[in-house]
């Protein structure tokens, strides 16, 4: 019996983010448009993880209240979600698998 190889296509990954997005913003939920940013990031997705942080904070602006000095807080969480799947991918690739 062979084994079949998992399918890991980025470009499925951006749609899906993207389609994701879509769905969020027709339905005006932001958790989809949040899970979407996630899949973005957590496939390596890097170029469309900060478009769709972009097209979040101009789609519901700046936050108001306490967090009125963050001006783009779903930028800075794609931010911080790309350089976490990159140092924590780095760390995996390092590492022996007899340590795991």
């Not at 983010?17 to 979407?36: E, S, V």
């Not at 780095?90 to 590492?95: E, H, I, K, P, Q």
């Amino acid at each position: 019996m062979s084994k079949s190889k998992p399918i890991f296509n980025p470009r499925l990954y951006s749609v899906a983010a993207l389609a994701l997005l879509a769905g969020g913003f027709l339905l005006a939920w932001w958790p989809l448009c949040l899970l979407g940013l996630l899949v973005a990031a957590a496939a390596g997705q890097y170029v469309a993880a900060l478009c769709i942080g972009l097209l979040l904070d101009l789609w519901y602006g700046a936050p108001v209240g306490s967090l009125h000095w963050l001006q783009a807080p779903l930028t800075l969480l794609s931010i911080i979600l790309c350089a976490l799947h990159y140092y924590l991918s780095a760390f995996v690739r390092g590492t022996d698998s007899g340590r795991l």
